[in-house]
């Protein structure tokens, strides 16, 4: 298979020269497209340094910072462009191990459209997180699955592996989510698509150098989403028993 490696990143200068190198050592037949928001400590300069040492990389500079939902709308309609047949997303910042990408892989061949890397199935884990941050996480992914009818345990991971196939037939563009709320809605389509998806445990370990990027502002956008497409999902189905028609989830949303 022809895989791609989508990695946005913003102020990851401290990050992104081992990220680069990791992941070719562990997956050298990839490709990676680094989309970065202009990040004013230089990351794209230090992600074009090592492209050039590594190859099969290349570095998209968006003009200002514009959000994780927009860099990874970017980089699989250029991975489709470019006729890739599995699209990877991981972050920058050292939290999502490279070696773990093979296992991804291994379930796409194996069928399914979507692999996620879990934290919440056994054998995930994220041994670095305070209780307080872990059951915020872990009660959001709940109430996602719950009023989604999803069946993930991680729905908001950042850690995955999409068919290309299944990312052209769920309207890439019409997707309008960020931060969380993008994996929540991307995970959502590709099951209303009826696309398979298994998911794979993973170890998360927090970021060492650099800041999260992580904001209330992000989480309450979420939380308000996946309201939203509840409430959309249950007329959907009043709808489907009298008109056959199911709104869409991203009929609204932010970028």
Sequence with gaps: MRVLVVVPTYQEAENIGSILRSTRTEVPE???LVIDDS???GTARMAKAVATELGHVDVLVRASKQGLGTAYRTGFAWGIEHEF????EMDADSSHDPRDIHRLLT???AGADLAIGSRYVPGGSIPDWRVHRRLLSQWGNRYASFALGLGIGDATSGFRAY???????????????????????MAYRVAQANGKIV???????????GHSKMSWRIVIEALLLVTWWGFLAVCGRKGRRGTGSVPAPGGVGTS
């Design 30 to 32: 990839a490709h990676v």
């Design 39 to 41: 990040s004013p400590d």
């Design 85 to 88: 047949e599995v699209l990877v």
């Design 107 to 109: 379930a796409v061949e």
């Design 163 to 185: 068919r290309t196939s299944v990312v052209q037939a769920i309207a890439l563009a019409s997707v309008r989510a960020d931060g969380y709320a993008f994996q929540i809605e």
């Design 199 to 209: 998911e794979v445990p993973i170890s998360f370990s927090d970021r060492t150098l």
